[in-house]
């Protein structure tokens, strides 16, 4: 998850708290490594568990302290209870945790947390026995007003090589050190393989993470040669405050020197372990969701609803495409639910809906962007229950068929946004609900796809209906850049999938509130990138 997801607007009545994770003594269940453990956050809702986010993986590490921040909302009216999953995620695959790489769970409540800022629980395993001396440390730390991030870039020079055979492969940590001395992890790069003389890539981090809005604070910086087993190599470290960090703005680089302060003690001709070089500190401000909806943001969704053959016989009752006069269908039931929200956020009301893989009068032949209310010049409906009722007069005209091919009907999305992008700022961002059942046919296409919409003011929310293998769509769904295809690479996360057989026995809220989630925060994240700021005020709808 990038920094971006702790400039997710505040809800009314709520303060913003942010929460960082620590284990000690996990299990080892393997006698020739260690695990990769990673934690799994879920917020228990009227007994369902609703998964809020997840650290990063940390290799062969019985004791890992993770860099990774969740931001939660508090409400002190509400009993807001949060369970914590530690997982082995070696060789986990896109479908999930298997119940073998699990390693114990908490559960407190995040008012708990907050009046103790820090709180250690013993890990459990699913009999409700403890995981022999596993804990986990939980520490809350409450979000400023302010907006602001930062972006920093490091390289380093001449660094000490611990390796025998090869070069050092240096990555860099930032702690933030408190008035107690205690420290908090806010940040670690990525791995630079045999390279003694690292660049790393650029990184935005917001200034409370960072110093917690204190310029004085102090930073402490530490540089280490990775070793796949865990046990890194420590190289070197300098300290500094965001105030010193600062004159760099001024177009200037600032060297520091990386110090072993057991080489300065017991070596007499020392000088230091190499140099780190802060060559980038740029203070930008981000705005929340709401600065720009409140500033006249136009919000577009637009409906795609798959009408392959592996979806079953509409006449029949076993199809996911059946319509029972006495219960919706989970197609229907997935629109009515997400649509009620949406809608209150689309400026004219009206929604392009689509179908793809059909055979489509008159000609029965195969389209992947066909308009579901069968007038290609205007696939508009009115309101929500316009698309619902232009999806079941459809249903009876079509022939399901396939195969499940994603990509047209998200390049479909993508031609107007992108004729937007010469005609001055686009005010005007376009959210596609995807509603699917299955595996897709034209995976590197969707990649593609994905990868140019990421450069466009687009989010991607695909709800999976059914109970077919999804792999393909969480594997879309992955944050770390894996639309990458042909050498193009997506330069933010878009994609959001859910599967609706998790929220079957949930009220449509709940559905509605995790599909919804991550708009946005991809919303600030396109136009913060490019900063661009709220519009004065809400604006007259232009026709798409």
């Not at 006249?296 to 509409?314: E, K």
């Not at 022939?399 to 107007?416: D, E, F, H, K, S």
Request: charged share 25%; proline share 7%.
């Amino acid at each position: 998850m990038s920094e971006l997801d702790k400039s997710q607007p505040v809800a009314l009545g709520a303060s913003r708290v942010e929460l960082r994770v620590s284990c000690w003594n996990l299990l080892d269940r393997d006698t020739l490594t260690h695990p990769n453990p990673c934690v799994v956050l879920k917020q228990l809702s009227e007994g369902q568990r609703t998964e809020v986010g997840r650290s990063e993986i940390m290799c062969c590490s019985l004791n890992p302290v993770f860099s990774h921040v969740f931001p939660l909302d508090y409400f002190f009216e509400e009993m807001q209870t949060l369970c914590f999953e530690v997982y082995d995620a070696s060789g986990a695959e896109d479908t999930g945790f298997q119940d073998d790489a699990f390693l114990g769970e908490a559960e407190c409540s995040l008012g708990q947390i907050v009046s103790q800022t820090q709180v250690t629980k013993p890990l459990l395993l699913k009999t409700g026995k403890t995981a022999g001396k596993s804990t986990i440390t939980i520490e809350a730390e409450k979000v400023t007003s302010t907006n602001d991030f930062v972006q920093l870039e490091f390289r380093a020079q001449k660094l000490d090589n611990k390796d025998l055979f090869s070069k050092s492969d240096p990555f860099l940590e930032i702690y933030k050190v408190n008035s107690n001395n205690t420290e908090q992890l806010v940040m670690r790069t990525e791995v630079i393989n045999n390279n003694l003389s690292p660049s790393w890539e650029p990184f935005r981090i917001s200034l409370h993470s960072l110093c917690s809005c204190d310029p004085d604070k102090t930073i402490r910086c530490v540089v280490y040669d990775y070793n796949s087993s865990g046990k890194h190599d420590y190289i070197g470290e300098f300290t500094t405050t965001f105030h010193e960090m600062q004159e760099v703005s001024s177009g200037k680089e600032m060297e520091f020197e990386c110090i072993n302060p057991k080489y300065q003690e017991k070596k007499k001709h020392y000088t230091n372990s190499g140099t780190v070089v802060l060559t980038q500190c740029k203070v930008e401000k981000v705005h929340t969701f709401l600065d720009y909806i409140m500033g006249g943001l136009q919000i577009y969704f637009t409906v795609a609803i798959d009408f392959t053959a592996s979806n079953g016989d509409p006449r029949s009752e076993h199809s996911l495409h059946f319509i029972n006069p006495k219960e919706p269908n989970e197609y229907l039931k997935a629109l009515s639910a997400v649509g009620e929200i949406c809608q209150d956020y689309d400026s004219d009301k009206k929604f392009p809906a689509f179908g793809f893989g059909a055979r489509i009068p008159p000609n029965y032949e195969v389209s992947h962007d066909f308009a579901i209310n069968f007038d290609p010049d205007n696939p508009e409906c009115e309101w929500i229950s316009g698309v619902i009722e232009a999806y079941k007069r459809c249903l009876p005209q079509i022939q399901l068929y396939g195969p499940t091919n994603l990509a047209p009907i998200i390049n479909r999305v993508l031609a107007p946004a992108s004729e937007e992008e010469g005609s001055g700022p686009p005010m005007r961002y376009r959210v596609l609900l995807v509603l699917t059942d299955g595996v897709l046919s034209d995976m590197p296409a969707t990649r593609e796809a994905i990868a140019r919409a990421s450069r466009l003011p687009v989010s991607i929310i695909i709800v999976g209906v059914g109970n077919t293998d999804f792999s393909d769509m969480r594997a879309l769904d992955e944050a770390d850049g894996t639309q990458e295809s042909g050498g193009e690479r997506a330069v933010r996360d878009i994609v959001q999938f859910v599967p609706f057989r998790e929220f079957k026995k949930a009220p449509p809220a709940a559905l509605a509130r995790c599909v919804l989630a991550e708009v946005p925060n991809q919303v600030v994240e396109f136009y913060g990138s490019r900063g661009i700021g709220p519009g004065p005020g809400p604006r007259t709808p232009q026709p798409q």
